[in-house]
């Protein structure tokens, strides 16, 4: 089980810090992924980390301002957003992967939470 928290309204220019902690899963076994859906859009790739946290991968429209992290002492995944744009206005959704090389691949997740709202206003 994934469980995201940490969405919510913030201004233009502002942060926020998503979290996603798993629960039943041997997390450190696993690729850990961000993704983000909008209104009327397909999910997206955010940000990625592999199952150490040896290597990270971000979309090019948040690379510089978005930051993933884990710690697997916690079981938990971090999206650390910074200048937020009106455009990050998306749920956001935590995943996790066997395999890291899947990362992009939305129907190669094992396993998905319910997603996290985050509303950017301008």
């Known amino acids: 089980q994934l469980v995201e928290s940490g969405g919510g309204l913030v201004q233009a220019g502002g942060s926020l810090r998503l979290s996603c902690a798993a629960s039943g899963l041997t997390f450190s076994r696993y690729a850990m992924a961000w993704f983000r859906q909008a209104p009327g859009k397909e999910r997206e790739f955010v940000a990625a980390i592999s199952n150490l946290a040896y290597s990270t991968d971000y979309s090019d429209s948040v690379k510089g301002r978005f930051t993933i992290s884990r710690v697997n002492a916690r079981n938990t995944v971090y999206l650390q957003m910074n200048s937020l744009k009106p455009e990050d206005t998306a749920v956001y959704y935590c995943?996790?992967?066997?395999?890291?090389?899947?990362?992009?691949?939305?129907?190669?997740?094992?396993?998905w939470g319910k997603g996290t709202l985050v509303t950017v206003s301008s």
């Open positions: 995943a996790a992967s066997s395999d890291y090389s899947d990362r992009y691949y939305p129907p190669n997740m094992a396993y």
